[in-house]
């Protein structure tokens, strides 16, 4: 049951770093669609894409911690 277990937790894991790129994705997207529509207001924008974009990192990172340590448990 232990190795079923693993596995569910490397899924759980793998879920959470697709998650994280497909939220960046578009993060980034739509901050080059924002900055293509006020060129004015490009600072603000890609400064709160970065803040969101480490958030993000920040959460997927953490998803993926727990997976590995549920797979050992």
Do not use: C, D, H, Y
């Not at 900055?35 to 480490?54: D, H, L, S, W, Y």
């Amino acid at each position: 049951m232990t190795g079923m277990f693993g596995s569910i937790a490397a899924i759980g894991a793998g879920l959470a770093v697709l998650g994280a790129g497909l939220g960046i994705g578009r993060i980034g997207g739509s901050a080059v669609e924002g900055i293509a529509r006020n060129p004015e207001a490009a600072g603000k924008i890609q400064t709160a894409m970065i803040i969101a974009a480490a958030l993000i990192e920040g959460v997927a990172l953490f998803g993926v911690v727990v997976g590995l340590l549920g797979a050992k448990a």
